[in-house]
C-alpha cells in the first residue's frame, strides 16, 4: 500500500479558510444559511467550516449532521450492511439557504442520499455541496460541488483519506493511498 | 461495520450480547427518525415482508406493520382465521405459498412453540419470530430491555423482577435471556403453580411474596394471566390472585424507593395491576409500546441486510 501526502495541514488550513471566504461572498451575514455535514466526515468538515467562520464573523452558524445510511441506495447490494450514525440537526431547513459540506466527493451517491434524507428537515431555498476534495472523472451522477478544495485525479482503486487531528492523527493531513496490486 | 450473527430472530436463547446491542444501537437512530416530522426512510423499499399471523395480536401486529410502513417496505397481512388454514393447509404448504409471491421476508406469530425454528430450516426467507406458543417472544424482549435501557441508563448491574404467570408466558423467557446476556439480575414472581419446575436451572432468583420481590428490584416486569393458555385452574380465583399478587399504587409508594413498572400488554387492570398503578409515574407502559417500533424498524432492518 501506497500512501502519498497530498495537503498537509498548513495547506489545509489556507484551504478550509478560503472556502469560508468564499461562502461569505455568497451567503454575507449567514443570517438565513446553515450548514449541514454529512456523517460520518463531513462532521469534522462542518465543525472546522463553523469554527473558522465563527473567527471571521464573530457569530456562529447554525451547524447539523445528517446521517445517510438509510436513504441510500446501496443497502442490500454491499457484503456487509452499514452502521448508521447519530443526525443531529436542531433546526429547521424551511426556506434556508443549506451547505451541505464532506470530506471528499466521489460517485455522487452519498450526496443524491442526503439530498433525499435532508427533506425530512424541510424545504430548503437553495443547496449547494462543499468538499475539501473533488475526485474527478469518478461520478456516477449528475452531482458538482459548488466549493472545491482540491480537484484530484484518481483511480478506482485508490482511496483519498483525511485526517483530523485529535481525531485519526497528531496533525490534519489528507492522503491519496493506491493499494498494491497482487 | 457490524452485522447481525443469525439470519433469522428466532429467539433470544440464539443470538449474542453484541447483536443485541447492535439492534440498540440502530433503534436510537431510528427513534430519532420517528421524531421528525417525515418518520419514513427509504431503506427496505424493494422488500416484501409478510405478516403471518395464526394467533391474535394487536400491538405486535400493528407494530410490526407500521415499522416495515416506515421502512417503505411492501406489507401483506395474513391471519389465520378465514384462511385456507382452517381447511386443514399444513404450516409450511400456507408459508410457501406466500413466498411464491416472492415475499423475502415472514414475521410470524404461530400458537406452537418451535414453529418459527421449524419453518427456518425449510424457506430461504429471513423469519422474524413474532411470538411462538409459550417459547419466545424476542421483539418484546428486545424492546423491554431497551425500555429501561432508556429509563435507567444501562441494563447491567440492574435487578429486574418478572411476576405473574411465568409458565405460558414467552415474554418472560426471552425478558430471562435478553437480561441475563445484557447483565442484569433476573427474580421471577407469582405463585408456585405458575412458575415453571426449575426454573432456578436458568440462573434466576425466585421469589413466592410480591413484597419482598418488590422490595428487591430496580425494575418490575408485570404479566399479564394467560387464561386462554391455562388447560386447569392453577389457583383459585381472579380476586384471590388480584388480593396476593395484583399491584397498586397503595403497594409502590409503601416501598422506600422508586422502582419502573412495566406490562407487555394487553392489561388485565384491576387483576395483576390497578388503574392507579398503571397509570402513574412509576409506569413506563406507553414508552414500551413507543420503542417496540423503533426495536422492530432496527431489527428488520438489520435482518433485511443479511439476504
Known sequence: ?182 | MQELSARHLLGIKDITAEDIRLIFETADNFKDVLNRPIKKVPSLRDITIANVFFENSTRTRLSFELAEKRLSADVINFSSSGSSVKKGETLLDTVNNILAMKVDMIVMRHASPGAPHFLSRHIKANIINAGDGTHEHPTQALLDSYSIREKLGDVAGKKVVIIGDIMHSRVALSNIFALQKLGAEVMVCGPSTLLPKHIQSLGVKVELDVRKALAWCDVANVLRIQLERQQMKYFPSLREYSLYYGIDKKLLDSLDKEITVMHPGPINRGVELSSDAADSHHSIILNQVENGVAIRMAVLYLLASKT
Open chain 1, 1 to 182: 500500500m501506497q500512501k502519498r501526502l497530498i495537503v498537509n495541514h498548513q495547506l489545509l488550513d489556507i484551504m478550509v479558510m478560503r472556502l469560508c471566504h468564499q461562502l461569505i461572498e455568497n451567503h454575507g451575514d449567514f443570517s438565513d444559511s446553515v450548514i449541514i455535514g454529512l456523517q460520518p466526515r463531513g462532521r469534522q468538515v462542518a465543525q472546522r467550516l463553523q469554527a473558522n467562520l465563527e473567527t471571521i464573523l464573530g457569530m456562529r452558524v447554525p451547524t447539523g449532521y445528517l446521517d445517510t445510511t438509510f436513504h441510500r441506495d446501496d443497502f442490500r447490494r454491499r457484503d456487509t450492511p452499514l452502521t448508521a450514525n447519530a443526525t443531529h440537526i436542531d433546526f429547521l431547513i424551511e426556506d434556508k439557504k443549506v451547505i451541505l459540506a464532506d470530506d471528499v466527493l466521489y460517485t455522487g451517491r452519498s450526496v443524491r442520499a442526503a439530498l433525499d434524507a435532508m427533506i425530512a428537515f424541510g424545504r430548503p431555498a437553495n443547496v449547494e455541496l462543499l468538499v475539501l476534495i473533488d475526485r474527478l472523472h469518478s461520478r456516477h451522477l449528475p452531482i458538482e460541488p459548488t466549493y472545491v478544495g482540491r480537484r484530484v485525479n484518481s483511480i478506482q482503486s485508490q482511496r483519498v483519506l483525511v485526517e483530523w487531528q485529535g481525531q485519526d492523527t497528531q496533525e490534519d493531513n489528507i492522503w491519496l493511498i493506491t493499494k498494491n496490486e497482487e
